[in-house]
């Protein structure tokens, strides 16, 4: 099974700041990565797909780069609404349809 | 807009059972693929099952794999987790999600705002 490698697993930050953020594969999966916010008490929402693609809606200081293995969400200006908890999954090859552990962002 | 709203979640004992429902509006349900993904209290998210459009195939994780069943009813839009044996580890608000396929791959795009099942 693929193993999906989240890090940091929490980030204390100020708004303003650039927030970057890695997920590690433990195989290839080219560019099959999706990345979600998830707000305490709410349903993860999807912010990014096929690694680099901006889910519609999704203001554009938050991107993804990556492929293969190694990958990388950025939020460019941390703004307060997007204090949350951040996600990977991996969508190459399933089962499972693995998610990182995810990384909580709160400020500083 | 695509709404899932998921019920069914409650107090089940130890080895007991439970349906879970998702239903959809708003969406030509029949045409996607549907996956269940959990939360245990102050975890991360679980994906728990999948479900093609057609019903066809179903993937399971390794935890619920033989105990959990997934199907649909798509002349009721509806989606449903039936689960067996269950143990204190299925406690979690449990998720529907939609699957969207693009060119390349495929994400979770609508979920519903979950049910808490509580193994007690």
């Known amino acids: 099974d693929i193993q999906m490698t989240q890090s940091p697993s929490s980030l204390s930050v100020s708004v303003g700041d650039r927030v970057t953020i890695t997920c590690q594969a433990s195989?290839?999966?080219?560019?099959?990565l999706n990345w979600y916010q998830q707000k305490p008490g709410k349903a993860p929402k999807v912010l990014i797909h096929d690694a680099s693609t901006l889910a519609p809606g999704v203001p554009s200081r938050f991107s993804g780069s990556g492929s293969g293995t190694d990958f990388t969400f950025t939020i460019s200006s941390l703004q307060p609404e997007d204090i949350a908890t951040y996600y990977c999954q991996q969508y190459d090859k399933f089962p499972p349809f693995a998610f990182g552990q995810g990384t909580k962002l709160d400020i500083k | 807009q695509v709404q899932l709203v998921e019920s069914g979640g409650g107090v089940v004992h130890p080895g007991g059972s439970l349906r879970l429902s998702c239903a959809a509006s708003?969406?030509?349900?029949?045409?996607?693929?549907m996956h269940w993904v959990r939360q245990a209290p102050a975890k991360g998210l679980e994906w728990v099952a999948f479900?093609?459009?057609?019903?066809?195939?179903?993937y399971y994780a390794d935890s619920v794999k033989g105990r959990f069943l997934v199907s649909r009813d798509d002349s009721e839009n509806t989606l449903y987790l039936q689960l067996n044996n269950v143990g204190p580890d299925d406690t979690a608000v449990y998720f529907c999600?939609?699957?969207?396929?693009?060119?390349?791959?495929?994400?979770?795009?609508?979920w519903g705002p979950g049910t808490l099942v509580t193994v007690s």
């Open positions: 999600a939609r699957r969207y396929c693009g060119a390349a791959s495929c994400h979770l795009d609508h």
């Open positions: 708003r969406v030509i349900f029949r045409y996607f693929g």
């Open positions: 195989q290839d999966i080219k560019t099959y």
């Open positions: 479900i093609s459009d057609d019903g066809s195939i179903n």
